[in-house]
């Protein structure tokens, strides 16, 4: 926002429990995930970069809304939901899932948290997954309580993120594994903390879980980080395409299968436990893609920012394929995206044609992720 200029917020979209702090903390922009405000501007999005790669960013995630199963046929309705098999799922633990229909396609791909034997968070992207799951309850035949809780996350994600969970909860917290979770407070405030988070980065997501402490909350955390260069900021496009990291909407959706972004690990065909889509998805697995999702180095200068269509992609002047992602790394000082093209074009080292703004760009196919494929930095190895 510039000085004088007003931005409306209406009623009939959610403002986060931080929302104040964001606006007090300099959040110039928003835009609307899962019925909510999500702060995507705090500045220079290369300066909020490299604030992430070499400090700490604190960002209001609380967009990532929690579909919250309970009851004693939580886990085998959780195992209706997802191809990935859960049943070794320890409680304390968390798992990046895909949740599909009944053809195979993917309706969202969240993060699964079991706090208990038979209580499991569901942290979503962005679609309306507590409506699909309160639908599937409805002829399941399982025994379980499918609601929205009051829990909205923070992300704390950076290098210098362990330091200052240390400041706010003691060393304690140095030894929480990644993917793992704890139940925790803060200065009275109620938490689940868990090694996860949407930046490809060493980092921590909080999960509020009374809304009335939002503001508090923020602010503690942001007293903790100030010694340690924590900065406001908002999630890195940049950083998440170097990871590979998909976003709903732009990288998948409703039609696309988990075998064509190359997450066969997510589909467990063998195990005896039922899922939706699990004949769709044996019969596509049978068959075979006839596209595949790649990463792509894009020559010419600096894109001058993410894209905001798809960009179609050719071969020999065919259109074959569409960027889902694209940006400028200034690390890597190259223009990286991913594309989903079709299969006979997808191999490494292909050359292929993006059809950008301003023109016509040459692009070669490169594996992924772009940069730290081991996930050094997010695991902490």
């Given at each position: 926002?510039?000085?004088?200029?007003?931005?409306?917020?209406?009623?009939?979209?959610?403002?986060?429990?931080?929302?104040?702090?964001?606006?007090?903390?300099?959040?110039?922009?928003?835009?609307?995930?899962?019925?909510?405000?999500?702060?995507?501007?705090?500045?220079d999005?290369?300066?909020?970069?490299?604030?992430?790669?070499?400090?700490?960013?604190?960002?209001?995630?609380?967009?990532?809304?929690?579909?919250?199963?309970?009851?004693?046929?939580?886990?085998?309705?959780?195992?209706r939901?997802?191809?990935?098999?859960?049943?070794?799922?320890?409680?304390?633990?968390?798992?990046?899932?895909?949740?599909?229909?009944?053809?195979?396609?993917?309706?969202?791909?969240?993060?699964?948290?079991?706090?208990?034997?038979?209580?499991?968070?569901?942290?979503?992207?962005?679609?309306?997954?507590?409506?699909?799951?309160?639908?599937?309850?409805?002829?399941?035949?399982?025994?379980?309580?499918?609601?929205?809780?009051d829990?909205?996350?923070?992300?704390?994600?950076?290098?210098?993120?362990?330091?200052?969970?240390?400041?706010?909860?003691?060393?304690?917290?140095?030894?929480?594994?990644?993917?793992?979770?704890?139940?925790?407070?803060?200065?009275?405030?109620?938490?689940?903390?868990?090694?996860?988070?949407?930046?490809?980065?060493?980092?921590?997501e909080?999960?509020?879980?009374?809304?009335?402490?939002?503001?508090?909350?923020?602010?503690?955390?942001m007293?903790?980080?100030?010694?340690?260069?924590l900065?406001?900021?908002?999630?890195?496009?940049?950083?998440?395409?170097?990871?590979?990291?998909?976003?709903?909407?732009?990288?998948?959706?409703?039609?696309?299968?988990?075998?064509?972004?190359?997450?066969?690990?997510?589909?467990?065909?063998?195990?005896?436990?039922?899922?939706?889509?699990?004949?769709?998805?044996?019969?596509?697995?049978?068959?075979?893609?006839?596209?595949?999702?790649?990463?792509?180095?894009?020559?010419?200068p600096?894109?001058?920012?993410?894209?905001?269509?798809?960009?179609?992609?050719?071969?020999?002047?065919?259109?074959?394929?569409?960027?889902?992602?694209?940006?400028?790394?200034?690390?890597?000082?190259?223009?990286?995206?991913?594309?989903?093209?079709?299969?006979?074009?997808?191999?490494?080292?292909?050359?292929?044609?993006v059809?950008?703004?301003?023109?016509?760009?040459?692009?070669?196919?490169?594996e992924?992720?772009?940069?730290?494929?081991?996930?050094t930095?997010?695991?902490?190895?």
């Open positions: 926002m510039q000085d004088g200029e007003a931005v409306g917020f209406g009623t009939q979209i959610r403002k986060s429990p931080y929302f104040a702090a964001t606006l007090r903390w300099g959040a110039k922009a928003f835009s609307v995930y899962n019925h909510m405000y999500i702060p995507r501007d705090f500045g999005p290369v300066e909020n970069y490299w604030n992430l790669v070499n400090a700490a960013i604190l960002c209001d995630v609380a967009v990532e809304r929690q579909v919250e199963v309970t009851g004693p046929d939580a886990a085998a309705f959780v195992q939901l997802c191809p990935r098999d859960v049943a070794t799922m320890a409680v304390g633990q968390c798992r990046y899932v895909l949740l599909t229909n009944a053809e195979g396609g993917i309706i969202n791909d969240p993060i699964l948290l079991r706090l208990g034997e038979n209580h499991f968070w569901f942290s979503l992207a962005d679609s309306d997954v507590l409506l699909w799951a309160q639908g599937v309850a409805v002829h399941a035949g399982l025994d379980v309580t499918i609601r929205e809780p829990v909205s996350p923070l992300q704390l994600q950076g290098p210098r993120s362990r330091a200052i969970m240390a400041a706010l909860f003691g060393a304690g917290i140095e030894d929480l594994r990644y993917f793992r979770l704890r139940e925790l407070t803060l200065d009275g405030i109620p938490l689940v903390v868990s090694r996860t988070g949407w930046s490809s980065e060493l980092g921590y909080l999960y509020l879980r009374d809304g009335a402490h939002g503001d508090a909350l923020w602010e503690r955390i007293a903790a980080g100030a010694p340690h260069g900065a406001p900021g908002h999630t890195s496009t940049i950083r998440r395409i170097e990871g590979a990291m998909l976003s709903y909407h732009a990288d998948m959706d409703i039609h696309t299968n988990p075998f064509e972004l190359g997450l066969d690990r997510l589909v467990d065909l063998d195990m005896p436990a039922d899922f939706i889509g699990k004949q769709a998805l044996q019969r596509i697995r049978a068959e075979g893609v006839a596209r595949r999702l790649v990463g792509l180095h894009v020559d010419g600096p894109l001058a920012g993410p894209n905001t269509s798809f960009w179609p992609v050719a071969s020999a002047g065919r259109t074959i394929g569409r960027v889902t992602s694209a940006v400028h790394s200034p690390r890597l000082d190259a223009n990286i995206a991913l594309a989903m093209v079709a299969r006979e074009h997808s191999a490494t080292g292909g050359a292929l044609a059809e950008a703004p301003g023109g016509r760009r040459d692009a070669r196919v490169v992924t992720p772009f940069l730290d494929p081991r996930k930095a997010a695991t902490g190895a």
